[in-house]
């Protein structure tokens, strides 16, 4: 079974500020992913990575396979970044992934 | 993905259906409940038409998949408890291709 923790579970940061999200997880994985969720709004996944880093825009995202541990970081946030940010993983049962497996998020606000 | 109705009231005891449909011809579909401060959890799943498997959560529940493109969930007996917002997701893959999420639907059930 894949457990996925997140830190922190809430952030608060000023406009411009770079901003760093970590998930951990307990077993090997293939991929893990990123997710972003607005306010009252759907799902919407960012990333997918299995190594090194991945860069959208301002969006960056790393991911170490042996310490089993991935970062989301924001570079010079905005209020629009104010979401929660979802990392999942594979989830295991038996003879292999079923499914994703996810933190229970981060929710950031960017204040102007 | 889409994914109806986005709001849905009912009450104890009633059956209810939210549908969902993709047309990106993706073998996998999963439905999720998202409660607050919690992470998604795992209802129902499928990697193919006339394919459905159990997740972490699906008492409750029943699923089908006769087409690649729909993937119904429904509630036999509503019952307070299954108050949350519904996902419906796809992807190529179980585990290793983005997900595509409908745009959820929140049940109320008094």
């Known amino acids: 079974k894949n457990e996925v923790e997140q830190s922190p579970q809430n952030l608060t940061a000023q406009e411009g500020e770079f901003i760093t999200i970590n998930c951990s997880y307990s077993v090997g994985i293939s991929a893990l992913h990123w997710l972003q969720q607005h306010p009252g709004g759907g799902i919407v996944s960012l990333f997918m990575l299995s190594s090194g880093k991945k860069k959208h825009g301002r969006l960056i995202a790393t991911i170490n396979i042996q310490e089993k541990h991935s970062s989301l970081h924001i570079t010079a946030s905005h209020p629009r970044d104010s979401a929660v940010y979802i990392c999942a993983g594979p989830k295991y049962s038996g003879g292999g992934a079923d499914g994703l497996t996810f933190g229970k998020g981060t929710h950031l606000i960017i204040q102007p | 993905v889409t994914q109806n109705p986005r709001y849905l009231i009912t009450v104890t005891g009633k059956k209810l259906t939210v549908t969902c449909s993709q047309n990106m011809n993706h073998e996998y579909m999963s439905w999720y409940r998202q409660d607050p401060g919690m992470g998604l959890k795992l209802i129902y799943y499928?990697?193919?038409?006339?394919?459905?498997d159990k997740g972490e959560v699906p008492n409750g529940y029943n699923v089908s998949r006769s087409t690649t493109e729909d993937f119904p969930l429904r509630l036999e007996l509503a019952a307070p408890s299954q108050t949350s917002v519904y996902f419906c997701a796809s992807s190529d893959d179980r585990a290793n291709s983005p997900l595509h999420f409908g745009n959820g639907t929140r049940l109320t059930v008094t």
């Open positions: 499928s990697v193919g038409a006339g394919i459905t």
